[in-house]
């Protein structure tokens, strides 16, 4: 993952590390900046920071690389869920016809064949953010971040090499987040 250092005005102006801004829920900073598209745009473009332990800016390429591989978490659990429900529909109908039968020969069959074995499956280990892109989409997010810049928590500039905008945050939203988090 490539590093985009913040300004050095930018740098210079905050007022704390970034692992020092509480974020108690992956993505949610619940009632800090007003609107939940405003705080989860916020709270991705600072979990880079707090994840490197400086302040950095993040590209549109790598906020579409952070959703892209929730979305793929999300598509992983939805074909285990998938897997599992047909599994255990499966195993539902043998049970009837094994109860129908042994009904029906007066409990014979149920001596001589053995009843079906519920099958075991290990759910994946998946961690899933609590985010509004599964229920709106990615356009969440991009609404959050044209959001924050209007209110100028967030600065953007564009980085010349990659062609690709750069969204750096502010000592603004930096000094609300943490009046709001007290």
Request: proline fraction near 6%; include cysteine; aromatic fraction near 10%.
């Amino acid at each position: 993952m490539k590093v985009y250092h913040l300004p050095t005005d930018l740098a210079e102006a905050m007022i704390c590390q970034p692992r020092e801004i509480p974020l108690h829920f992956h993505y949610l900073m619940p009632n800090t900046i007003g609107r939940v598209e405003q705080e989860e745009a916020a709270a991705r473009i600072l979990s880079f920071s707090r994840d490197i332990g400086e302040w950095t800016g993040v590209s549109w390429n790598q906020l579409v690389d952070q959703m892209r591989g929730e979305y793929e978490e999300q598509r992983k659990l939805d074909e285990w869920n998938r897997a599992f429900h047909e599994m255990m529909d499966n195993y539902g109908r043998k049970v009837q016809v094994h109860f129908r039968l042994s009904v029906l020969t007066l409990g014979v069959y149920a001596l001589l064949v053995q009843k079906p074995q519920r099958p075991g499956a290990e759910r994946p280990q998946v961690h899933l953010p609590f985010s509004g892109i599964f229920a709106f989409g990615p356009g969440h997010v991009v609404t959050g971040i044209h959001e924050l810049l209007q209110k100028e928590f967030l600065q953007m500039q564009t980085d010349e090499v990659e062609g690709t905008d750069i969204f750096y945050p502010t000592p603004k939203l930096v000094h609300h987040l943490l009046h709001c988090q007290g």
